[in-house]
């Protein structure tokens, strides 16, 4: 596999930087096609840089692409589910505390380490 001479940083301070210009000259999908096809013929990425570029062009011309934004919405929201799992998991393990539970079998039942049992336990007594 090739090595990116751009870190992960640039591409997608690249990116925003981009879909910013984008808005302010108010492209149509139609105009934003068009660059796309003129940044195709003028760019020479290299290859799995080349398989994104042209899959976002067939997503565009399918209408299924979505913004940058949405982007970030969406990486926000499965944010949210995770840190929501987790404080589940957290109710879980107290109250679990709270019946008496065995330490092995709260592990067991949340995935949790020791260690984060433990925290649990001892923010609960601390309450």
Partial sequence: MENSKYEKKEIISGRMNFNVMKDRL?????????????MDHMIKL???????????????????????????????REEGRKEGREEGKIE???????????LDFIKKATGFSEKKVLEIKEKLEKE
């Fill in 92 to 102: 879980i393990t107290r109250n679990l505390i709270k019946l008496g539970a065995s």
């Fill in 26 to 38: 108010q492209l149509d999908k139609k105009d934003l096609l068009t660059l796309f096809i003129f």
């Fill in 46 to 76: 290299e290859s799995h840089y080349q398989k994104e570029f042209n899959q976002e062009i067939k997503n565009w011309e399918g209408g299924t692409m979505i913004t940058y934004e949405d982007e970030l919405k969406q990486e926000a």
